[in-house]
């Protein structure tokens, strides 16, 4: 990611990035936009057709929320040092234990994913954050939350996607 090369196609050397000769600007490389670029060219793919307003709401919540608040906290953590990273780690263990556990172990019950039965966009959105949760070691295993990222984990793009830690 590092090499000239692949830095002309995505200045931040990171992944996903995505290429589509169909746009004008070919090249997309933050992965919320990717997932609404996908979205719009395959809409059926990763959202089914049945979903409600009540699905879309809840979509849209999630997405939001792991881009705009938790993913940043997550990752500060992992960047951070010496006594601002062990606060950041309390404040991390915190974010998680007393949000993200209730609200998303709410939303999981009784469901397979975040939006019913079926893999959706929604969950690559929650991936991501959980996979940063779980290299800060935050994920309890014997929870639904852990049921559920082992589902999330255990599919072979998420394997393919993500390395198996962030040696943080």
């Not at 263990?93 to 009784?110: A, C, M, R, W």
Request: with cysteine; aromatic share 12%.
């Amino acid at each position: 990611m590092k090499k000239d090369q692949y830095t002309a196609i995505n200045p931040n050397q990171t992944i996903p990035t995505l290429e589509d000769d169909t746009l004008d600007h070919p090249i997309i490389f933050e992965g919320g936009a990717i997932i609404d670029h996908l979205l719009h060219i395959q809409p059926n793919q990763l959202i089914p057709p049945w979903w409600t307003n009540d699905n879309w709401a809840k979509h849209n919540l999630y997405k939001y929320w792991c881009i705009a608040t938790l993913d940043g906290r997550f990752l500060s953590k992992m960047t951070g040092s010496g006594a601002i990273g062990n606060k950041l780690n309390k404040t991390s263990k915190k974010i998680y234990e007393s949000l993200i556990v209730p609200f998303l172990s709410n939303d999981l019950q009784g469901s397979l994913y975040i939006n019913g039965d079926e893999f959706t966009a929604t969950d690559l959105f929650l991936g991501y954050t959980l996979f940063l949760a779980e290299n800060l070691k935050l994920i309890n295993h014997d929870s639904i939350i852990g049921d559920y990222y082992k589902r999330l984990s255990s599919r072979e793009a998420f394997r393919r996607s993500f390395p198996s830690s962030l040696n943080i």
